[in-house]
């Protein structure tokens, strides 16, 4: 009977916790949300922080603290989620599941490989924590919306993608065959004049390779003003579909015409 | 009886002083304005010239003058501001009462700190002036309306910013791995590597953080596609939003179909 | 009578040679455009191509030809326009008037000036001959269409160009105390640094300015943020206006619905 | 008899081979677009890599084959579209007729040159060869609604142009006006100041031409933000195509209203 009262007992605290840290409706769950987000945002900076060699060597000790302080909170985090989860493998093998085991699994096999593994395996587990970043996608509201207005315009993004590529492999064939030739020429190769189309098309345009004969400046002008008229198109298509969601929406919350039956007018 | 009717006259002054500087209908509260306008632009103008070497050396007494003008004349506008105003404590704790206390207050304050104080406040306070520009938003008519459309695309806009940042940090984080290593690279912490990511995806490229390997400018290509992808979204959210607004208006004006009883068609 | 007859001739040659010049639907016309449209490229490529050293000391001579034949040219069809127009005078006070004569004037003065005058003046007159370019808008079909929607959002715009204004003088403000103390900054100047997050906000990011501090990395990544946000803006609003000139347009075309009287659905 | 059934069969065969070539739907049809797609893939990055001297230097001979193989491979699909096409010619005179050709002629070329030609012409022809990413655009499907788009903004998209255009030559004109007399200024020419101004408007910002003087840098601030205002209006123009597109297909498929007889409301 004591027995089958803890059990109880132990259901409704696991069913207590679950709504703590899966709900963000009631209050306990908002502070979680937001102690979580708090944590993240400072492990990510103290990560951030740990390459910055003049604040490594000031307060190394004070990052180690910081950093087992967070793996533990994190590892914490980890275990009351497969417990309380009603599919425990499921949440572990789903994305965010998988995200929260990085999140403070790095730090303990740097712990165990401290003196023995090489630096390049402790380097990239170093780094993979500023992957934590990416539990915070977990509480971005309004994300959804966003995210399927990029999905519903997908088709169209990559004909985009791909007309841009071609466009700049071209382009870039083009700029090799003119520049490729010239003393001190930064267009090496026709991969270097590509990320140079690139780099131009999009308007990003670093200066670190740039041209140096007179067809070469006529030829990236034309380059850049194609590229320009370029932006326009992508624009009006996910504002397009934008708007084709919301009339839809509109669409589905009012009754059709009266008199003549027909909706979304 | 006389003391009444001073009174009253100084209340019409009141009220009129307040219908000129509150009011921008009256040919007087225009012309207050312009030539408020005018002083807030030159000012700002002659702090600008004062940080210019050459130009602080020829003309240092009339940059002095000029200040010491523009004080006086803000100076007298906060205090008439503050006296016909109706709820003066209101006005003061306002934010433009703020802008225009502090647009004339530094200037009196390096007075009597002149020989003592140090250089960094006195530097503080003489930047100080600049933000008197922010008076100017005073007089900008149709802002509201692009206020409000950024207000009313507040929540997506976050979301995209949040976007951006996540995106920019895991980008910048693959970027020092590729890079930290190589010698003489830009990439020497992985802030420097977000910053170059910032710049990259926002299509800046100052160009002062470049890549040098092979397989960091395939990354780069890869994030500043990317990157140019995302600008179409937020452009078709806040078109999406405006439109949404200027929809409700329309509808507001109109009466209902009385075929159907609908709004909005 | 022969007289008469002799002015009525005039008077059709007039009206001919208007209609080639002024109009365009005719074949003539039609031919005088084209022809009028090459041979403005052409001068104005021919005083581009004088500035370029190396192509000067070739072909000098071959561009003094050159520059005369269009300027007799430009000339001509100058006097051709004053004789035949209706109201000659307002023509010629017109921008399109005042543009024409810029176009043959400056050759003409650097005859007279030749040996005397000094080398700045010939080399504005020599400048203001590639203005010219100038002309070619007269036969641009569509334009019409863009500087409505411009001009219908003037009002906006102005907004927008004063917000950009405002966050650049403080944004530079700042950088420029924040930057402005470091040994061998670019940051001289506030102008400087106004210009600084000018190119920053507007992601042109030409580099010659560029941060050197920590703390200027990590404003200058919010300034960028927040000024790519400000693009999403314009954009929608231009949209908005056109849109709502193409709504205005339709409900001309269309006649009312007879089951409620309403324009529009 | 026997020969009667050998055409049959032939024709059959060729039938076949056309639908797995020139059509889709079928499975065997998309394994060779997919099939297809990858090998053009692989090409280009082989004749990519062939430029870059590292890669070159260690893969020589397996470059080679690759390239050997693919021209093979391109001759046979080529050959193969001849044949079963029911009109050889149009096919052979059509754009993706000339880049199939073009996708194997040069290596055969090259073959014969060996020995004898110049540098300049096997430069060019094993350049040509990444023109077979063209062959690309073939299999792209949804490119037609973004090129509907293009099509129909066409007449404004030009205006757009021919106003930067015109903007850019003013601007560059001035700013050479400006900025060419100074010592050591990279503002040589006019063109090259035109590829600034340019490079400045589209805010592409290399930084290799940067001005000097504070005058540049005051019409540089203006031209930019002038630039950067244009952006709104093209993205609006093709956005409102595309949605008046999307209205007039809407328009198609539903019936009028019953009412009133008229579309699209």
Redo the contacts between chains.
């Keep these: 009977m004591a027995e089958d009262e803890q059990t109880k007992q132990v259901k409704t605290l696991k069913q207590r916790v679950w709504e703590i840290i899966f709900e963000a409706e009631t209050p306990a769950g908002k502070l979680f949300d937001i102690v979580l987000l708090c944590f993240i945002g400072m492990s990510?900076l103290a990560?951030?922080?740990e390459?910055?060699?003049e604040f490594k060597n000031k307060y190394s000790s004070e990052l180690l603290f910081v950093e087992w302080f967070f793996t533990i909170m994190f590892s914490a985090e980890y275990l009351l989620r497969l417990w309380c989860s009603r599919k425990p493998l499921r949440y572990a093998t789903s994305f965010f599941g998988v995200v929260d085991l990085l999140s403070c699994l790095p730090t303990y096999i740097t712990l165990f490989l401290a003196g023995t593994s090489g630096f390049a395996v402790v380097?990239?587990l170093r780094?993979l924590r500023?992957?934590r970043?990416?539990k915070?996608?977990h509480h971005?509201?309004?994300?959804h919306?966003?995210m399927q207005?990029?999905v519903r315009?997908r088709?169209?993004?990559?004909?985009?993608?791909?007309?841009?590529?071609?466009f700049a492999?071209?382009a870039g064939?083009v700029m090799?065959?003119i520049e490729?030739n010239v003393e001190g020429t930064s267009f090496?190769?026709?991969?270097?004049s590509?990320?140079y189309a690139?780099?131009?098309i999009?308007?990003?345009?670093?200066?670190?390779v740039?041209v140096q004969t007179?067809l070469g400046?006529?030829v990236?002008?034309i380059m850049?003003?194609t590229?320009?008229?370029v932006?326009?198109?992508?624009?009006?298509?996910?504002?397009?579909?934008?708007?084709?969601g919301?009339d839809n929406e509109s669409d589905h919350t009012?009754?059709a015409?009266?008199?003549?039956?027909?909706h979304g007018?």
């Design positions: 990510v990560v951030m922080l390459t910055v060699a380097r990239v780094l500023m992957f970043v990416l915070m996608a971005v509201r309004g994300a919306v966003i207005g990029l315009s088709a169209k993004i990559t004909v985009f993608f791909f007309a841009i590529l071609m492999v071209i064939t090799y065959y490729g090496t190769s026709i991969p270097m590509i990320y690139i780099v131009s999009t308007t990003v345009g670093y200066g670190d740039v007179n400046i006529f990236t002008t850049i003003l590229g320009y008229a932006i326009a198109v992508p624009t009006g298509i996910v504002t397009t579909e934008l708007m084709r919301k009012t009754d015409c009266p008199s003549c039956g027909a007018h």
